[in-house]
């Protein structure tokens, strides 16, 4: 048991310093990068101060980094819990006054044919050694092994010799009032008989303390996979967005001006995230720079539940980047502010197509795809 143990803690120590290690290995990247741009190489400093500020949020991108640790932790406990199952004594059922969760047996001498059938839970009326009476969720498996259980249970008293007792353990579970009730009409009896034969716990015989321990480990792990996803996509979006705007940018040898219009005190701010240049503009935590002359459409998205609407944002669209929200306009005080927007885009960009209609989404593909046969292309 012990070198069961010590395995386990070093598959735990493991995993969690090859998690921070992958993770820090793009702290320590941009420290050597940082260090670089100390030392003179002025386009670098001019792409962080930009992605400085468009880069996803501290709060997302904590949430794309610790969840995974988190998960893995909890199913390296599951697997620790499974590998180092230590068997715990149980103690005796008492139907009236044992705990919820507590560790039971019963020594079954009798077994009665399936009462309840409830989504493949089955249960099963048992007669103990000391003659009490109790329900029990038992394996079909287990059922199959019952044979002289069965007979001691269909045979009239005196008729069939008292089988050796059988050790039956797991959960004490609570008896609900409507499962009460339903048990209750199936053995013929009335609520408060039941309740004198039985009691008001069952074992649940399916269950071990330490599968319900590792049940839920793993199922806290698989529900955090599933809400890591959230983050995670909207942290590869922008990502991509942030490495497209910034490509687009050094192509066209403009992350200098680019970054000093970024610092300029002249600058329109929208809201928290919306910074609108002379010639650029620039998004918070959305990934999204580029220059007026790049963004092709623009329209207001009303977002809707049952007919309400719920939101309101401005979307953006270069040939490079689709779909970007870059100012959320829902408030009765905000409403004023897509009309500013677009103003703005357009007097600076006459070209661009402002609302939303099929023949505008239309020309907008038809722009990607001219952009993506000259990028193919090599011009």
């Keep these: ?12 120590y493991c995993l969690v310093s090859l998690f921070f290690i992958y993770y820090l290995t793009p702290v320590f990247a941009a420290f050597i990068l940082k260090t670089k741009n100390l030392q003179g190489d002025t386009e670098m400093e001019y792409e962080d101060s930009i992605k400085n500020y468009i880069k996803p949020s501290k709060i997302l991108t904590a949430a794309v980094y610790i969840i995974p640790v988190l998960i893995a932790a909890f199913l390296v406990l599951w697997f620790a819990i499974l590998v180092t199952d230590t068997p715990q004594e149980p103690t005796e059922l008492d139907s009236v006054n044992s705990s919820a969760d507590d560790y039971s047996y019963i020594n079954a001498v009798g077994v009665s044919d399936w009462l309840y059938d409830y989504d493949g839970s089955v249960y099963y009326a048992v007669e103990s050694s000391d003659s009490e009476f109790y329900i029990a969720r038992l394996e079909k498996s287990d059922i199959d092994s019952m044979g002289n259980l069965r007979d001691y249970w269909d045979s009239e008293l005196g008729s069939v010799e008292t089988p050796e007792p059988r050790k039956l353990s797991g959960l004490v579970r609570k008896i609900t009032f409507p499962f009460a009730n339903d048990l209750a009409d199936v053995l013929g009896l009335t609520k408060q008989e039941f309740d004198d034969y039985f009691g008001y716990r069952y074992l649940d015989a399916t269950t071990s303390p330490t599968e ?29 967005n942030m490495k497209r705007s910034i490509a687009v940018l050094s192509s066209r040898s403009q992350l200098a001006a680019a970054a000093h219009e970024l610092d300029s005190p002249l600058n ?14 620039f998004c918070k935590n959305s990934g999204f720079a580029a220059a007026y002359t790049d ?29 970007v929200n870059i100012a959320n306009v829902k ?17 600076n960009n006459p070209d661009v197509m402002l609302g939303y209609s099929a023949e505008y989404s239309k020309a907008y593909r038809e722009i990607c795809k001219a952009a993506n046969a000259k990028r193919q292309s090599g011009e």
């Excluded at 329109?268 to 503009?281: A, D, E, F, P, Q």
């Excluded at 207001?300 to 980047?321: D, E, H, L, S, W």
């Design 268 to 281: 329109v701010h929208i809201g928290k995230n919306l910074c609108m240049t002379r010639n650029y503009v």
């Design 1 to 12: 048991m012990k070198d069961s143990t010590a395995f386990v803690s070093l598959l735990y």
């Design 331 to 347: 408030a009765s005080n905000k409403e004023e502010l897509s009309g500013q927007i677009m103003e703005r885009i357009a007097n």
């Design 295 to 323: 963004i092709k459409w623009v329209f207001k998205r009303v977002q809707k539940y049952n007919f309400i609407p719920i939101g309101a944002y401005i979307v953006v669209n270069t040939p490079q980047i689709s779909n």
């Design 212 to 240: 319900d321990s590792a049940m839920v480990c793993l199922v806290i792990a698989l529900f955090a996979l599933i809400i890591w996803s959230l983050p995670l996509i909207c942290f590869v979006s922008i990502r991509r």
